[in-house]
């Protein structure tokens, strides 16, 4: 506490185990939303995920819903949940010779640490690989692999939730 005596409380940060009433109440009103509305019931889209969004839109459940609501369209329109299987790449070792990217190890928290080097790629020589379109679809992949795959072996080797990378940009 400052010297002059301000007993201002901090706001709770909105994680899982930092959520004031206010914020609690706002992911219960959101899931109950979303189960009315029958969005969605994957599992995958728990309360750490929900938060995610509503972090993002400070805790307005309407908003928050609204996006929430096109994030699923896009999933479905992008054919996400099944892009790991219908979308292949046999040009990614050739394009990261252009275009040096990808997941190295974790950081000292234990996310997956994403290299990206955009500024020293060779963009001719990518797009002679793959088109914008192959790009977005690959990018697809690699999220679904993230959220399949990296994040519950982060999570695992932690001995807890990892749902956030680390990105160094060059």
Not at 83 to 109: C, N, S, W
Request: glycine fraction near 2%; include cysteine; aromatic fraction near 14%.
């Amino acid at each position: 506490m400052p010297w002059w005596g301000s007993s201002k409380k901090e706001k709770a940060s909105g994680f899982i185990d930092d959520m004031d009433e206010e914020q609690e109440e706002a992911l219960y009103d959101l899931k109950d939303i979303i189960e009315n509305q029958e969005l969605t019931q994957d599992p995958r889209f728990n309360d750490e995920y929900l938060l995610r969004f509503l972090r993002n839109n400070n805790f307005n459940v309407k908003k928050t819903y609204t996006m929430f609501e096109e994030f699923i369209q896009w999933r479905e329109e992008s054919k996400a949940d099944r892009a790991m299987v219908i979308y292949r790449f046999p040009e990614l070792p050739q394009l990261k010779i252009h275009y040096e990217h990808g997941y190295h190890m974790t950081d000292y928290e234990g996310r997956p640490v994403w290299i990206d080097r955009p500024c020293a790629a060779d963009i001719d020589a990518c797009f002679h690989l793959v088109t914008p379109d192959m790009m977005m679809k690959y990018y697809i992949s690699e999220y679904e692999r993230l959220i399949h795959f990296k994040f519950p072996a982060c999570s695992t080797a932690q001995g807890k939730n990892v749902d956030s990378t680390f990105s160094i940009v060059d």
